[in-house]
Structures are given as structure tokens and as C-alpha cells.
């Protein structure tokens, strides 16, 4: 369906595509330590990954963004998506992929140190928010689990409030 029939309206709810990775190595998660120069999440735990180009789909934009960030590559597995209420009509959506890494070691990135950090010992780092509890959600997950879909967003105290739908 062309563009001109799909509906499109600004003033509906529209969302930013962004991947989010978690690439694992035994019982060892990949992990980025923000940069202290960074705007954002600064001397702090998250995934790799970022935007959705134009003209990508988010598996490609994934090993994209995997690649240059990382300099790994590995097949990826689409564990869930995580919608991240921003505004009243916007919002970001986060489609999480993980994938395991066998070999090799990650390139430096100007993103932040890139750390195998243990599943068993990740309450001892600076994670992003919601980073533990999507970590948490994924590791209780069996091969073969359908993806998981979340929402998140802060409540009237600015607490971080994690939902996944049922």
C-alpha cells in the first residue's frame, strides 16, 4: 500500500526504531560502558546497537550496528521488543536481539569499553535502567519462547516503571 493510503497522522502516537543487542558468550553477557564524554548513559552498562536507518529492516540495521560497534558478527535472535514511552505521540521502539558469540574479541569503540561482564555479577555494575530487568527477562527464556513485548516508562515520581504484556 502506497504511503499516500496508509494513514499517516502526527498527531497519532509514532515511534523511532532502535536495536538493542546482547550478545553472550556462556554464562557472559556483552556489555558497553558508555564513554564518560557520552550524552547520554555515561560510565554506564547497556547493549550495543542504535538507530534504524532508512531504508533498513531491523535485523539488518542490527548486524549494522553489531558490526560497527563491535566487530563481531553472529546469527541474531529476535528475544522481544521494548516500546519506550518518551511523549505523549512519540515514543521509541526497541526491537532486542541476542545472539552467542564464540570466538573472538571485540574491537575497540568510540561508543565506550566493551566488557564481558557475568550474568551472576551484574547487580555489581552501573547498569541503564532497565537494562537488569530486560537481562533478567532474557535469561529466564528457553530456546524456542516466543518474543516478549514490554513497555516502559516513568511514572509521576520519574521511577522507572518496566510492564510485559501477557
Not at 54 to 59: I, R, T
Not at 76 to 82: I, K, R, S
Request: glycine share 10%; proline share 5%; hydrophobic share 40%.
Amino acid at each position: 500500500m502506497p504511503g499516500s493510503e496508509q494513514g499517516v497522522r502526527y498527531d497519532r502516537y509514532m515511534c523511532i526504531p532502535r536495536t538493542l543487542i546482547f550478545l553472550t558468550r556462556g554464562e557472559k553477557v556483552l556489555l558497553l560502558k558508555g564513554a564518560a564524554t557520552k550524552r547520554i548513559w555515561a560510565n554506564k552498562y547497556n547493549g550495543v546497537g542504535g538507530h534504524v536507518e532508512h531504508g533498513e529492516d531491523v535485523l539488518s540495521a542490527a548486524k549494522r550496528e553489531l558490526d560497527e560497534e563491535t566487530g563481531l558478527s553472529t546469527d541474531l535472535n529476535l528475544v522481544g521488543t521494548l516500546m519506550v514511552d518518551i511523549e505523549p505521540n512519540a515514543g521509541i521502539c526497541i526491537y532486542i536481539f541476542t545472539g552467542e558469540s564464540t570466538a573472538g574479541e571485540p574491537r575497540p569503540s568510540e561508543e565506550g569499553a566493551l566488557e564481558w561482564l557475568p550474568f551472576d555479577e551484574l547487580d555489581e555494575y552501573p547498569l541503564v535502567a532497565d537494562v537488569a530487568i530486560l537481562l533478567a527477562r532474557i535469561h529466564a527464556m528457553s530456546a524456542g519462547d516466543p518474543p516478549f513485548s514490554a513497555r516502559s516508562f516513568y511514572d509521576d515520581d520519574d521511577k522507572l516503571i518496566v510492564t510485559f504484556g501477557e
